[in-house]
């Protein structure tokens, strides 16, 4: 008898046969399961094209010194342009063909662009904490909300006219100065970022600002006159001049400058001076006498190279960014070097063309960079709250060295970190 695969039973007259034929069982099987195999294949496909979100970056971990030294400045986050979401277009009724044909388009069409920072220089704080930054080549100074992260703008030929905008500075009131070389005048603003008055006498190219707020004296660095020119901050007044005039750039003399192009004032009034063609900082007293300065050229640690900005935090210590080394170095009152932070580069704590630098109330550092076009922010720990975290770390010390040896169970106290910053990282919004 030979075996052969027996055929399909006969259908019978008004329906399908009950017998289990493995024919149809196996077609059955291969018309179900092809629908659900395809739409797997596209599901996998369709989930391996979708976007990733980006990884969330821990800064928090970028100190200076580094451990187990205790941090003195934090790395926080960065600024560079406006949201996407606030240059996103709205979805709109597609065109039809005679609209577009036309060159029509609907009356809810969006066509903003992405503003985003090109040469940023001069900086400012806000009494609501945001940072604001003239940028000479976008024409416009940026506000950077810390917080959200939105961006608001002062535009040129929208609130005001601008050529080449370089400093800023800012009083109790959010009243804003603004440099503009290009039109050799300062431009001043209300709160409500409307121009309200201008500044003319006596300047030719003025530069970098800084404004004593209990004395109500504006400073004013013009680089092509090597002085420093000191206004009334109400009257908008010329009060004096500090440095020689007509020197050329040429004048080595303590007191007088050479292209001087940042400012800063201290607690006690007292003015602080990149001299960047001398390499060197000079200092005055609220009435313009020269006192003393500091720094010579080189690229060791304590000399400058074109010096750019200058600031004061907290505790008196004089902050300086150096232009060609990029690097910020942090003296002592007395002038001896503290700590040193940067190099050339795009990493967080580098810079590319460093120029500004702003300490703001609440010990937050920001610095401006025109290369990369970006503002980088910093977190200041002050004296106090180093003094305060080395307690906490001598007695976690002395309690391990007071437990029993080989007791692998006692605890460890945490050492409390100084308060969050304001701001958040960039990826994370």
Same mark, same amino acid.
């Given at each position: ?16 046969? @009950? ?93 903003? +662009? ?6 940023? $220089? ?9 940072? $604001? ?8 100074? +940026? ?5 959200? &992260? ?13 050529? /080449? ?6 009083? *109790?009131? *959010? ?8 039109? /050799? ?141 990029? @690097? ?11 700590? !040193? +932070? ?21 010990? &937050? ?5 025109? +290369?990369?076009? &970006? ?24 309690? /391990?060295?007071? !437990? ?26």
């Amino acid at each position: 008898m030979t075996n052969s695969i027996p055929f399909p039973p006969a259908r019978k007259p008004g329906g399908f046969s @009950r017998s289990k034929s493995p024919w149809l069982l196996l077609l059955l099987s291969l018309m179900l399961a092809s629908p659900v195999s395809l739409f797997a294949d596209k599901k996998k496909k369709k989930d391996a094209e979708a976007p990733k979100a980006p990884p969330v970056i821990d800064y928090s971990n970028i100190v200076w010194p580094n451990p187990p030294a205790i941090a003195r400045i934090r790395y926080t986050t960065w600024y560079a342009a406006e949201q996407i979401s606030q240059v996103e277009k709205p979805k709109t009724k597609k065109d039809s063909w005679m609209d577009r044909l036309a060159g029509t388009q609907p009356a809810t069409e969006n066509n903003k +662009f992405l503003f985003q920072l090109g040469e940023p $220089y001069g900086l400012a704080v806000d009494s609501k904490g945001s940072v $604001y930054v003239a940028d000479q080549k976008v024409g416009a100074v +940026f506000i950077f909300n810390t917080e959200t &992260r939105a961006v608001e703008l002062i535009k040129n030929k929208v609130h005001g006219h601008f050529v /080449r905008i370089i400093g800023l500075a800012m009083d *109790d009131n *959010d009243r804003l100065f603004v440099s503009d070389p290009g039109l /050799r005048h300062i431009m001043v603003f209300n709160a409500k970022h409307e121009a309200e008055d201008v500044i003319t006498e006596g300047l030719v190219n003025p530069g970098g600002m800084a404004l004593d707020r209990e004395n109500r004296l504006l400073y004013v660095c013009d680089i092509e006159q090597d002085q420093v020119l000191v206004y009334d901050a109400d009257s908008l007044k010329l009060k004096r001049r500090i440095g020689s005039a007509g020197t050329k750039h040429a004048s080595t003399k303590p007191g007088d400058f050479a292209r001087p192009a940042g400012v800063a004032v201290d607690k006690e009034g007292n003015v602080y001076v990149a001299d960047t063609l001398n390499d060197r900082i000079e200092i005055f007293d609220g009435d313009g006498n020269f006192v003393n300065m500091f720094g010579k050229a080189g690229d060791g640690p304590g000399y400058f190279s074109r010096p750019k900005g200058v600031a004061i935090d907290s505790d008196g210590h004089i902050w300086v960014t150096d232009g060609m080394q990029d @690097r910020v170095q942090v003296f002592m009152p007395d002038f001896q070097l503290c700590i !040193s +932070f940067g190099g050339h580069g795009l990493l967080p704590g580098m810079f590319q063309g460093i120029t500004g630098i702003y300490i703001d109330k609440q010990n &937050r550092v920001f610095t401006s960079e025109i +290369f990369p076009g &970006r503002v980088q922010q910093f977190r200041y720990v002050t004296d106090a709250e180093a003094e305060k975290l080395q307690k906490e770390k001598d007695a976690s010390r002395e309690k /391990r060295a007071a !437990s029993p040896a080989g007791n692998s169970n006692q605890e460890i106290v945490p050492i409390t970190p100084p308060p969050a910053p304001q701001g958040s990282s960039p990826q994370s919004k």
